[in-house]
């Protein structure tokens, strides 16, 4: 079987028999063995015949629609699949594919002793042997073996960067692929409108064949780097975990930094899931014939079998994580009322205890779910004390809050409280703002100038206050996000019209995060604008129509990120 010219693997062509016979599908297989194939078949497949694709989860979807679930590899997926089934009452089939279209070679560096295995490992932390020096450094190493392109994974954005740099006096280009490296960057930049310190350091490294890649940057130069990147051109790019996950770009080889993430808290080793899902990018399908997966070990090395653990083929099994929020809640009160509990009684959660033999895994798993219960116990009181439920129904708030996906609490109170109604568009920019900023640890904020305080702010900061205590002493966790001013000045400054480079004068925020901030106001500001159409809110509906059009331009457009500038796409009126 084909498609689009290409030869399916069984795997694949199992699938797609079984979505043309009616049945649903649950796939396994490993990070670039083709699972994307399948989604895009069902896609077009659903759109020529004018049907909707939803992206939800499996508990969430009516008995008449198809699921097309898609997974690296799951160890307990035969228990997933039987969960959904008992759920939907409905056909599905289940599809695993253990093998790799391209195999890998795993092996390990250890700083002062170069290429190893896991022998030489225990060896060296057994005996005081004298440690060689390498006279290549890992990468220095990976480019002699003709290994290339590379991908490698650090756990930290300006790590990246400066990783990046210290590679700087390397050109893995040839003369002929230097001429159209440039060329491609400049006509992309060109049609993304780049510019910048940030751009400018990023072309030098381009131009050798380096760069970076991670959430910071700014969305339009990530889409400049991975089309080079799919172009072949980039041959060294060092990325965070984020590349792995949302974006289907393989290399030769995948180089891990260290062993460790610090999870905020401390340093943990990598998980063998995330381990296999970052080396599957390794090894280009129809390219390379083997891929290859380097794990850097610096000095004191990790235990050995803190390293077998880590790069093992026992993939961790996927668990619940079942915590339904309000908004949730009051959608599936609105439909079950005090029968709401069923939820938790169909959850994967529940499922797997009931899966599970007893002892102490048993009563682990069942002290989770009573947690569960318990706190949709405590979050159900939580909304009657509020007035968002009423007996037994929902209220006009409660109406309100369910159509609202976060931060759904605050926004209502927000609007049933007229406190929007006091605030020009620019204020509401910057309380929205604030209801989804989380600043980052090392980064500095200009003090908004005092004119821009209204007095709205301090009342919805005592709201948020106030819920958060109120949940705390329910027992309630997570507790709501507190409200955050920090970002004021430079939230204002954009809101008024200032181009997005001279941000830096007001925050030291990374441009990827000040655009993921907006945006998330926006898609708040989004749903509040449903909300007051509805309600024939027709003042509030104009300023927040200005809200969205004050925030959402430029660089914050999500449509430039895909199409370019103003002169890439001309939108109908």
Same mark, same amino acid.
């Given at each position: 079987?084909?498609?689009?010219?290409?030869?399916?693997? =069984?795997?694949?062509?199992?699938?797609?028999?079984?979505?043309?016979?009616?049945?649903?599908?649950?796939?396994?297989?490993?990070?670039?063995?083709? $699972?994307?194939?399948?989604?895009?078949?069902?896609?077009?497949? !659903?759109?020529?015949?004018?049907?909707?694709?939803?992206?939800?989860?499996?508990?969430?979807?009516?008995?008449?629609?198809?699921?097309?679930?898609?997974?690296?590899?799951?160890?307990?997926?035969?228990?997933?699949?039987?969960?959904?089934?008992?759920?939907?009452?409905?056909?599905?089939?289940?599809?695993?594919?253990?093998?790799? =279209?391209?195999?890998? %070679?795993?092996?390990?560096?250890?700083?002062?002793?170069?290429?190893?295995?896991? $022998?030489?490992? $225990?060896?060296?932390?057994?005996?005081?042997?004298?440690?060689?020096?390498?006279?290549?450094?890992?990468?220095?190493?990976?480019?002699?073996?003709?290994?290339?392109?590379?991908? *490698?994974?650090?756990?930290?954005?300006?790590?990246?960067?400066?990783?990046? /740099?210290?590679?700087?006096?390397?050109?893995?280009?040839?003369?002929?692929?230097?001429?159209?490296?440039? %060329?491609?960057?400049?006509?992309?930049?060109?049609?993304?409108?780049?510019?910048?310190?940030?751009?400018?350091?990023?072309? &030098?490294?381009?131009?050798?064949?380096?760069?970076?890649?991670?959430?910071?940057?700014?969305?339009?130069?990530?889409?400049?780097?991975?089309?080079?990147?799919?172009?072949?051109?980039?041959?060294?790019?060092?990325?965070?975990?984020?590349?792995?996950?949302?974006?289907?770009?393989?290399?030769?080889?995948?180089?891990?930094?260290?062993?460790? &993430?610090?999870?905020?808290?401390?340093?943990?080793?990598?998980?063998?899931?995330?381990?296999?899902?970052?080396?599957?990018?390794?090894?280009? /399908?129809?390219?390379?014939?083997?891929?290859?997966?380097?794990?850097?070990?610096? /000095?004191?090395?990790?235990?050995?079998?803190?390293?077998?653990?880590?790069?093992?083929?026992?993939?961790?099994?996927?668990?619940?994580?079942?915590?339904?929020?309000?908004?949730?809640?009051?959608?599936? *009160?609105?439909?079950?009322?005090?029968?709401?509990?069923?939820?938790?009684? %169909?959850?994967?959660?529940?499922?797997?205890?009931?899966?599970?033999?007893?002892?102490?895994?048993?009563?682990?798993?069942?002290?989770?779910?009573?947690?569960?219960?318990?706190?949709?116990?405590?979050?159900?009181?939580?909304? *009657?004390?509020?007035?968002?439920?009423?007996?037994?129904?929902?209220?006009?708030?409660?109406?309100?809050?369910?159509?609202?996906?976060?931060?759904?609490?605050?926004?209502?109170?927000?609007?049933?409280?007229?406190?929007?109604?006091?605030?020009?568009?620019?204020?509401?920019?910057?309380?929205?703002?604030?209801?989804?900023?989380?600043?980052?640890?090392?980064?500095?904020?200009?003090?908004?100038?005092?004119?821009?305080?209204?007095?709205?702010? %301090?009342?919805?900061?005592?709201? !948020?206050?106030?819920?958060?205590?109120?949940?705390?002493?329910?027992?309630?966790?997570?507790?709501?996000? =507190?409200?955050?001013?920090?970002?004021?000045?430079?939230?204002?400054?954009?809101?008024?019209?200032?181009?997005?480079?001279?941000?830096?004068?007001?925050?030291?925020?990374?441009?990827?995060?000040?655009?993921?901030?907006?945006?998330?106001?926006?898609?708040?500001?989004?749903?509040?604008?449903?909300? !007051?159409?509805?309600?024939?809110?027709?003042?509030?509906?104009?300023?927040?129509?200005?809200?969205?059009?004050?925030?959402? /331009?430029?660089?914050?457009?999500?449509?430039?990120?895909?199409?370019?500038?103003?002169?890439?796409?001309?939108?109908?009126?």
């Amino acid at each position: 079987m084909e498609y689009h010219g290409l030869k399916l693997d =069984p795997f694949q062509e199992l699938a797609i028999q079984s979505l043309e016979t009616g049945h649903s599908v649950l796939v396994s297989a490993p990070t670039g063995a083709g $699972k994307t194939l399948i989604a895009e078949y069902t896609l077009e497949k !659903s759109l020529n015949e004018n049907r909707r694709v939803i992206y939800t989860a499996p508990i969430k979807a009516p008995l008449h629609i198809k699921i097309v679930a898609l997974g690296a590899t799951v160890p307990n997926i035969n228990q997933i699949a039987h969960w959904i089934r008992s759920v939907r009452k409905s056909a599905l089939v289940v599809i695993e594919e253990s093998c790799r =279209p391209v195999p890998l %070679k795993h092996k390990l560096w250890l700083e002062h002793f170069g290429v190893a295995n896991l $022998k030489d490992l $225990k060896r060296l932390g057994r005996e005081p042997v004298q440690h060689r020096r390498p006279r290549q450094s890992l990468i220095e190493y990976v480019v002699s073996q003709q290994q290339t392109p590379i991908l *490698y994974f650090l756990f930290n954005r300006r790590e990246c960067e400066r990783y990046a /740099r210290s590679y700087s006096r390397l050109n893995l280009l040839s003369p002929a692929e230097q001429v159209e490296i440039n %060329k491609q960057f400049n006509e992309l930049s060109k049609r993304f409108e780049v510019s910048g310190d940030d751009f400018t350091a990023l072309g &030098k490294l381009v131009s050798q064949g380096i760069a970076y890649h991670h959430a910071g940057m700014l969305p339009t130069l990530k889409e400049i780097v991975e089309q080079l990147f799919t172009a072949g051109l980039i041959k060294l790019l060092f990325a965070t975990e984020t590349f792995a996950v949302g974006v289907n770009m393989p290399a030769r080889t995948v180089v891990f930094d260290t062993a460790y &993430k610090f999870d905020g808290i401390r340093r943990n080793p990598l998980k063998t899931r995330d381990y296999q899902q970052m080396a599957g990018r390794a090894g280009r /399908r129809g390219i390379d014939r083997e891929g290859f997966v380097y794990l850097r070990l610096d /000095r004191p090395y990790p235990r050995p079998s803190v390293v077998e653990q880590i790069t093992s083929d026992k993939v961790e099994e996927v668990k619940s994580q079942f915590n339904l929020s309000y908004n949730g809640i009051l959608n599936l *009160y609105q439909t079950l009322g005090e029968n709401i509990y069923q939820a938790c009684q %169909k959850s994967l959660s529940n499922f797997q205890i009931s899966d599970r033999r007893a002892g102490k895994k048993h009563q682990a798993a069942h002290g989770k779910y009573h947690n569960v219960v318990n706190q949709l116990k405590r979050k159900l009181s939580l909304l *009657y004390n509020l007035g968002y439920l009423q007996n037994r129904k929902l209220t006009a708030k409660g109406n309100m809050a369910r159509q609202i996906n976060s931060y759904e609490l605050l926004l209502t109170e927000f609007i049933s409280r007229d406190i929007l109604e006091h605030l020009n568009a620019n204020q509401i920019n910057l309380l929205l703002v604030a209801l989804v900023f989380e600043p980052r640890r090392g980064e500095w904020y200009e003090k908004p100038a005092p004119e821009l305080w209204h007095g709205a702010f %301090k009342t919805a900061t005592q709201i !948020s206050n106030n819920l958060r205590t109120l949940e705390k002493k329910g027992g309630i966790m997570p507790l709501t996000k =507190p409200i955050e001013f920090k970002l004021s000045a430079a939230v204002d400054a954009w809101s008024s019209g200032e181009m997005f480079a001279n941000l830096v004068k007001y925050t030291s925020a990374s441009d990827g995060d000040l655009i993921r901030t907006f945006r998330m106001a926006i898609q708040s500001l989004r749903q509040l604008l449903h909300l !007051s159409r509805q309600m024939g809110l027709t003042v509030l509906t104009e300023k927040l129509t200005d809200c969205v059009d004050k925030l959402r /331009r430029d660089e914050v457009d999500p449509v430039r990120d895909i199409f370019g500038g103003a002169d890439a796409l001309t939108l109908p009126e």
